[in-house]
C-alpha cells in the first residue's frame, strides 16, 4: 500500500505540474519553434549528455577508490547505468543511488563504505552545484538581477555545508544518530559509515577532485541547455543557463516521475525570466529529459546483456 501510494504522489504530481504547465502553453507557437528546429544541436547536446554521465561515473569511481573498495570502473558504470534505468522509475532523482548501493553491496564485506561512496558521491555533486550557481550567479548578476534567485542558491548553500559539517564531524554526526536508538543495528552501521566517511579527510585530493567533475558536469549540462535552445532559435546567453540549471537540478529531486513536470516547471520559471516563452522552455526541459530517458533505457539493456545468466534464471 505504501509503495501504491507514493507511485500515485509521483505520477500525481507529475500530471498536475505538466497539465498546469500547459495552460500556460501557446502551443500553435511553440509548435512552429519545435518544426523549425536545427537538429544539428539537438545531435551536438545528446552527444554531450553522453560526455557528461561519462563524467559523473568517474566522480563516482573517485570515492571508489578512496574508500578502497575492490571494484572495477566497469562493475561501477555496470551499476550507475543501471540506476539511471532507475530514476526512471524511482521516487525522485535519487532513486538509482539506492540501486547502485544495492548492487555494489552483493556479495560485499564493506558495505558501509559502499554507502558511503554513493553519499558523497551525491553530495559533492551538491557542492558542484553551488558553487556553478554561486560563481555564475556572482558574475551575472548585473544581468539578471532577482532576490529570489540569489535566496535559493543561498539556501543551497547553507544546506550542502551543514551536511558536510555532520557527516565530517564525529560529534554532531553522533548526535544526529540518536533518532535512531531504538534501532541499535542501524546506528551501529551509521556510525561505522562515518569512520569511512571520515577517511576521506586525509584524502582531500579525492574530494576536490569529485568537486571539479561535479563542476564540470553542471557546465556541461548547461551547454546541452544551451544548445537545444540554440536549436529553437533562441537568443539566450550561456550565462543565464550556467545560473539556473543547478536550480533546476534541485527541483528535479523532488519525488515525481524522474522529474517530469517539476523539471519542466523549474524550466519555464526561470528561463522566463530571460524572455523564453512557456512552451519553448518546457520544449527544451523535455528534450533534455528525452536525452536521459534514452541514456537510462540503453543503461537498462547494458545490465542486462552483462547480468550474469545464473541471475537472470
Known sequence: MKNILNNLVRVGLSAVLLWWLSTKIDFVKTANVVKSADLVYIFYALVLFMVINFVLISRWFVFIKALDLKVGFGTA???YLIGLFGNLFMPSAIGGDVIKIVGLCHGSQ????VVASVLVDRLSGFAGMVVVATVSFIFGFRLIADASIALAIVAMAVVSTGIGMVLFNQTAYSFCCQIFGRFPKFKDSLMRMHYDIALLKGRKSAIYQAIGLSI??????????????????QSVSLIYF???????????????IGGL??????????????????????????INFLFMVLIGLLGGIYFLLTQPKKDIS
Request: aromatic share 10%.
Open 216 to 233: 564540470l558536469s553542471q557546465v556541461l549540462l548547461a551547454v546541452t541547455f544551451f544548445l537545444v535552445s540554440c536549436s529553437f532559435h
Open 261 to 286: 513536470g517539476v523539471r519542466e516547471a523549474g524550466a519555464a520559471y526561470f528561463l522566463g525570466k530571460v524572455g523564453v516563452a512557456s512552451g519553448v522552455a518546457v520544449s527544451i526541459s523535455l
Open 77 to 79: 558504470a555496470r551499476y
Open 110 to 113: 564493506d558495505k558501509p563504505k
Open 242 to 256: 550556467i545560473i539556473f540549471i543547478p536550480l533546476i537540478c534541485v527541483l528535479s529531486t523532488v519525488p515525481s
